[in-house]
């Protein structure tokens, strides 16, 4: 599946902070737990927008914790 037409889609605002999260195949570390983190100290206008290449285990990982 093609992601790109989902970020270029959204409606990510102007306000409030933005995370961008970008991780590659060099083993990170636990990216799920980090958002988990990240999430809590964010306002409730704020976002996180992750990067994760061909990670598909991540991405189902953060569809189950609704965080994507």
């Given at each position: 599946?093609?992601?790109s037409?989902?970020?270029?889609?959204?409606?990510?605002?102007?306000?409030?902070?933005?995370?961008?999260?970008?991780?590659?195949?060099?083993?990170?570390g636990?990216?799920?737990?980090?958002?988990?983190?990240?999430?809590?100290?964010?306002?409730?206008?704020?976002?996180?927008?992750?990067?994760?290449?061909?990670?598909?285990?991540?991405?189902?990982?953060?569809?189950?914790?609704?965080?994507?």
């Open positions: 599946r093609d992601w037409s989902d970020v270029c889609s959204s409606d990510l605002g102007t306000d409030g902070p933005v995370v961008l999260v970008m991780t590659g195949s060099m083993g990170f636990n990216i799920a737990d980090m958002i988990e983190v990240i999430e809590k100290g964010l306002p409730e206008d704020g976002r996180i927008i992750i990067l994760g290449g061909n990670n598909h285990k991540l991405k189902e990982k953060l569809d189950r914790k609704s965080v994507v």
